[in-house]
RNA sequence: UCCGGCGUCGUCUAAUGGCAGGACAGCGGAUUUUGAUUCCGCUUAUCGGGGUUCGAAUCCCUGCGCCGGAACCA
């Protein structure tokens, strides 16, 4: 339930198109139930947080449920700190999964009984193989596997067996319990697979009651059974497990059968996802733990300072499809400026400080008002800002022999202080080592709250802090984590060496006052610099903050050389020779010389045994073409296994499209209505008035009422886009009842057009 | 190599036989008391080769490339 309001509408994807189908079609008396299933050994990183959004918000958005469920089948794994973090992880992403909490360890008993019927009913074997043993008797992926000489067991055999496994009577290791499938199956996943195995080891929720614990591909969809789910989604590196899926709900004839469907996992540019190295990286210290603001764990984006509503608008972003992906970290930068624009106050503070006198200034500090929210942002609020004889910048806003596009300070120049004054440095200030150490300038009095001065239009503005009111912090400056765009991809380069040793910066900084009063978890950003928030190491007075994110910098970027473009696929020279092509099977050959027709209709026809009964029966190589392009189309789409009619009725389709009857536009109609089962060509022809015309006057007044409705595509057309006669003459076509002859429709379209 | 999946702007993703669209990134301009934001504009793509069709990113054949699958992990 559960997706709050402001959770970003979802486009549309091939999974919610599915669920969409699904209930329209009624399957599942129109009910949804998805669900979330971690295994708890591990934190919840962003690619989880795509899963997360995907199945609570197709089930908020069709109306119904979706699960938490810990896939805790593996006791030496698992732990309960992991449940508590995934709960408050997926809570804290917005979600709520009410009273649908579940554990695939309270199904134990339940997935044991079933376990039991399996071997009554001869599908699972107790086998006694050892581990090496039973990888080489299962093949490999291009050799079928041998049966284990433990498969023909008889059932009282296997059942007593089993039952001393579940007593402890066994070692680990010394037997399991195998799905009986087939071991020759071009799926290893079928190749009779463990589907429990012995474990002596304590399980965090049910201590020492079992010990034998079921496997994932058992486990798991059984789960989904008892917890009548509609819709498993789950990543694609289980697509091949998904006949297993559908056997074991099958063999176990349970009543409720879900469906799993795949998308492609999130992969993120600058850094790595996958458990093991997320996991390497905290005990390897690399990182400070779990949640190291670096790290693309949920803990890590929580502590950084990201809001929920920015990880769910970048999931919404992302999309959801089968290609293996790497999504630009830009974009989930996009998503965290985005949201933090409209939320963070806007204050000062100076990350690295340098001294600024003002000579001039002869008087008590100046209570400046400073606006927390920049013109464009409807919020109210503001605060006093102090400003003294004695500021702070930044060493970065200063240059001795700046180029002319820097408008900051610089000997001689002008520039405006935020909010205050606008000042003009008259002197340079060095150390024995030739460092800046100090700027002396005078401020302009008629420039209070930062009026330009008569005259000077252009001027730059900076950032500044009062050096007797500023306040001492701790800051913490996180950038991405690793240095290179795929972290791992290189051959013979250890991806740890591609962490960017300059991922986190620690610096002393100054900020206004008013940020005394600031809470832990409170964000801001600081003008020019980026946004920031109060870090829980905060102690007291002693603030620590942690930048979320820096503004984007077009100064920086001007100065930055232009990136070689990385233009042009390393593709194109192989295209030179056509690659040797397969060559024909027999069955194929047979077919080409019988009937006279193309390789590549022989082929096509060979790989489909449907579409050679129809040949047969058509005795008739002249169906071939239609055969090939069109019945196999609607055969491969429907994923029929037979057609209520027989090749004859092909041949007299194609007589009907030869004489000029039926167009071939028309034929496909019929085709469509033949396998619908309603009758012959002709009868069809007859009874739905499919006849083709080419009565030019009856198409030529179609074409004008098309032209007459769709001006703007004339115009475009007119403008150039020759695209634009290809939906004009489908329109006029369809306007005819689909009846128009096309090749008539697009001559007379084309004259139009032109006229 | 066997089975399965996937190939669309630099990146992610739409277009379900009929005008290749959007977002991010990039580039240019306007506005700006944040070189931010906002606004406007621009560049850039259907993996190659054949076929079917009036019309193909989409259907068929084929080549190529990438990913997943041989845990008593999930």
Redesign the pocket.
């Known amino acids: 339930m559960s997706a709050p309001i402001e959770t970003p509408p979802a486009?549309?994807?091939?999974i919610r198109?599915k669920v969409r189908a699904d209930v329209a079609a009624g399957k599942y008396g129109g009910r949804v139930a998805t669900r979330f299933?971690?295994?708890p050994?591990g934190y919840l990183h962003i690619g989880h947080a795509k899963s997360i959004c995907l199945n609570f918000g197709i089930a908020a958005e069709f109306g119904g449920v979706c699960h938490l469920r810990m896939?805790?089948?593996?006791p030496?794994?698992e732990d309960p700190e992991y449940v508590a973090s995934i709960q408050r992880d997926v809570k804290w992403l917005g979600f709520d999964w009410g009273e649908n909490m579940f554990f695939?360890s309270d199904y134990y008993d339940a997935l044991y009984e079933l376990a039991e019927k399996l071997i009554t009913l001869g599908r699972a074997y107790v086998?006694?193989?050892?581990?090496e043993?039973?990888?080489e008797y299962?093949?490999?992926?291009?050799?079928p596997?041998r049966d284990s000489p433990f498969r023909e067991r008889s059932v009282e055999e296997n059942l007593d067996r089993f039952r001393r496994m579940r007593k402890g009577e066994f070692k680990?290791?010394?037997?399991?319990l195998r799905a009986k499938i087939d071991m020759a199956?071009?799926?290893?996943?079928m190749?009779d697979?463990?589907i429990?195995?012995?474990?002596h080891a304590h399980h965090y929720r049910t201590g020492d009651t079992w010990c034998i614990?079921?496997?994932?591909?058992?486990?798991?969809c059984l789960s989904d059974s008892f917890e009548r789910i509609t819709h498993s989604i789950c990543t694609?590196?289980?697509?091949?497990?998904?006949?297993l899926y559908d056997w074991v709900v099958e063999a176990t004839e349970v009543p409720w059968v879900p469906k799993q469907t795949?998308f492609?996992r999130l992969?993120l540019?600058y850094t790595v996802m996958s458990k093991r190295k997320l996991l390497e990286l905290v005990e390897g210290k690399h990182v400070s733990g779990w949640d190291d603001p670096r790290l693309p764990t949920i803990a890590g984006l929580r502590r950084r300072g990201i809001r929920p509503e920015a990880i769910r608008e970048f999931c919404a972003?992302?999309?959801?499809?089968?290609?293996?992906?790497?999504?630009?970290v830009?974009?989930l930068?996009?998503?965290i400026?985005?949201d933090l624009?409209?939320e963070a106050p806007?204050v000062l503070a100076v990350l690295d400080p340098l001294k600024v006198t003002i000579t001039n200034w002869d008087r008590e500090p100046d209570e400046l008002d400073a606006a927390y929210?920049?013109?464009?942002?409807p919020r109210e609020g503001s605060r006093k800002v102090p400003f003294s004889g004695e500021l702070l910048i930044d060493r970065e806003?200063f240059m001795e022999s700046?180029p002319k596009?820097?408008?900051?300070l610089a000997p001689g120049r002008a520039v405006?202080?935020?909010?205050?004054y606008v000042i003009t440095c008259n002197e340079v200030i060095k150390d024995a080592a030739g460092a800046v150490t100090e700027l002396r300038c005078t401020y302009d009095p008629e420039?209070?709250?930062?009026?330009?001065p008569a005259g000077q239009k252009k001027?730059?503005?900076?950032?500044w802090v009062s050096a007797a009111h500023a306040l001492d912090v701790e800051v913490r400056l996180y950038d991405r984590l690793f240095s290179v765009e795929q972290p791992g991809s290189t051959e013979g380069v250890d991806w740890k060496s591609e962490l960017d040793p300059q991922s986190l910066t620690v610096v002393r900084a100054r900020v206004e006052p008013s940020l005394a009063s600031a809470k832990v978890g409170e964000r801001f950003?600081?003008?020019?610099?980026g946004f920031f928030i109060v870090d829980e190491d905060t102690r007291g007075r002693a603030l620590v903050l942690n930048r979320v994110i820096a503004?984007?910098?077009?100064?920086?970027?001007?100065q930055?050389p232009?990136?070689p473009?990385?233009?042009?696929?390393p593709?194109?020279p192989?295209?030179e020779k056509?690659?040797?092509?397969?060559a024909l099977s027999r069955e194929a050959l047979a077919l080409k010389s019988t009937y006279g027709i193309?390789?590549?209709?022989a082929?096509?026809l060979a790989?489909?045994p449907l579409l050679l009964s129809l040949l047969e029966s058509a005795g008739r190589s002249e169906v071939v073409?239609?055969l090939?392009?069109?019945v196999?189309?609607e055969i491969?789409?429907k994923e029929l296994a037979s057609v209520p009619f027989d090749g004859t009725a092909l041949v007299e389709l194609q007589l009907l499209v030869n004489d000029g009857t039926l167009?071939?536009?028309l034929a496909?109609d019929v085709l469509a209505a033949m396998i619908a089962g309603e009758g012959s060509p002709r009868e069809i022809v007859d009874k739905r008035g499919l006849k083709q015309t080419t009565d030019e006057g009856a198409i030529l007044a179609a074409i004008e009422r098309v032209l007459a409705a769709?001006a703007?595509?004339v115009a475009?057309?007119r403008a150039g886009?020759?695209?634009?006669?290809?939906?004009?003459?489908?329109?006029s076509?369809?306007e005819t009842g689909g009846r128009a002859?096309?090749?008539l429709?697009?001559e007379l379209l084309r004259k139009k057009l032109a006229g």
């Open positions: 486009a549309s994807d091939f198109d299933p971690p295994e050994n896939d805790d089948t593996n030496t794994t695939a086998c006694d193989l050892t581990e043993q039973m990888s299962r093949g490999t992926i291009s050799e596997g680990e290791g010394e037997c399991v199956s071009p799926n290893m996943k190749r697979p463990p429990y195995r012995i474990k614990y079921p496997l994932y591909d058992y486990a798991h694609m590196e289980f697509e091949s497990a998904r006949e795949e492609a992969n540019s972003r992302i999309g959801v499809a089968k290609n293996l992906s790497t999504v630009d830009a974009l930068e996009h998503c400026r985005e624009n409209a806007r929210w920049p013109h464009d942002i806003d700046p596009d820097f408008h900051r405006r202080l935020r909010h205050g420039t209070r709250g930062g009026a330009a001027l730059g503005t900076i950032h950003q600081f003008e020019r610099l503004l984007k910098d077009g100064y920086a970027k001007l930055k232009k990136e473009e990385k233009r042009a696929r593709q194109a192989a295209a056509p690659a040797a092509e397969k193309t390789d590549d209709e082929r096509a790989n489909e073409p239609f090939v392009n069109e196999l189309r491969r789409s167009s071939n536009k496909k769709n703007d595509a475009r057309y886009n020759q695209n634009v006669i290809g939906a004009l003459t489908g329109l076509i369809k002859n096309p090749k429709v697009g």
